[in-house]
């Protein structure tokens, strides 16, 4: 996965470079409107080829790939309130940074890898679906206007987001749907309906962990049997009974946490919807609280029993 993911880099950053990042200054942080495209259409591509390679079984490409993209779309509360562009921007903060301050990225920030690989997913099915062309085209027809012609091993006309939306619609010959696009999905934050764009390829999105309940909460387990919570995702059980990060559960139902196995033993005992007893330590004392356990919301992307000829025929393409 890393060397397909480097590989397409030697076409897309080093031939097709963003004009936010040119020249490169390695004395102060780089900030780029375009990381979705240069990291995240990257990250869909170097998965593709594992795929059109033959590494990958179709299963295994929707295990690995893109199962992984949608879950984290959908399940990302940040992706549903900040736009591709902005997750660009956070780059300096984030990738590889160090920063003693508490922050609540967890429910405002998802990667620009997973953020841009899902949207390159997106528009790929629609161009394919209503556009009668594909993403390689349009990838093509970026390099062809800004990554064939260089000039000291640099391209002579690194893009800017305009130019990736007006390059859109020409390969869909849709200008209209290039500017929607960009304004919903890449400088908005509208989510694709990917139920919707994988139906034509037969693939159905389903949760992972059907009926399974959960508190949505990560934990990292202590040696004297407690559980110290990290950020609590917006919406999730754990959140709406008021509990945030650095709370340390003591007990569920009554009985403490030893590790994560006695936790899942625990939830296995119940349904999404059960009422539980968390008894936890906060800032001011110990409190017990009502928990309603929600079903996991891990998503999967799986083909259907049945696919159609015309499925197959649309998946293998």
Not at 7 to 19: D, K, L, S, T
Not at 169 to 184: I, K, L, P, W
Request: aromatic fraction near 10%; glycine fraction near 6%; charged fraction near 20%.
């Amino acid at each position: 996965g890393t060397v397909a993911h480097e590989f397409f880099h030697a076409y897309n950053v080093e031939r097709i470079r963003p004009q936010d990042l040119e020249p490169f200054d390695f004395q102060r942080a780089n900030m780029s409107n375009s990381l979705w495209f240069a990291e995240g259409f990257t990250q869909y591509y170097g998965e593709l080829l594992l795929r059109r390679a033959g590494a990958y079984t179709d299963e295994q490409y929707l295990q690995e790939a893109v199962g992984p993209l949608v879950n984290a779309m959908l399940n990302s509360p940040g992706a549903a309130r900040f736009s591709p562009v902005h997750m660009s921007q956070q780059a300096p903060f984030v990738d590889a940074a160090a920063a003693i301050d508490p922050s609540n990225r967890a429910n405002t920030y998802l990667s620009y890898y997973y953020i841009g690989g899902a949207n390159a997913l997106a528009l790929d099915l629609l161009l394919r679906q209503h556009f009668r062309t594909t993403l390689d085209a349009y990838m093509r027809a970026v390099w062809q206007q800004y990554g064939q012609h260089q000039q000291n091993y640099a391209p002579a006309r690194p893009y800017t987001l305009p130019d990736l939306q007006r390059v859109l619609g020409e390969v869909a010959q849709d200008t209209a749907f290039a500017g929607r696009f960009f304004r919903t999905h890449i400088y908005g934050h509208q989510l694709p309906n990917y139920p919707e764009l994988l139906a034509p390829a037969g693939l159905t999105v389903r949760r992972a962990n059907a009926g399974q309940a959960s508190l949505g909460a990560r934990l990292s387990f202590n040696p004297d049997g407690t559980a110290t919570l990290g950020t609590t995702l917006i919406g999730s059980p754990l959140y709406q009974a008021g509990l945030d990060r650095e709370d340390v559960l003591l007990k569920l139902d009554g009985k403490p946490l030893k590790n994560a196995e006695t936790l899942q033993k625990l939830l296995a005992r119940r349904k999404p919807a059960d009422v539980v007893q968390v008894e936890y330590r906060t800032r001011d004392g110990v409190r017990t609280a009502p928990v309603t356990l929600q079903e996991d919301p891990t998503l999967e992307v799986v083909s259907v029993p049945a696919p159609t000829a015309e499925q197959l025929a649309f998946r293998k393409a």
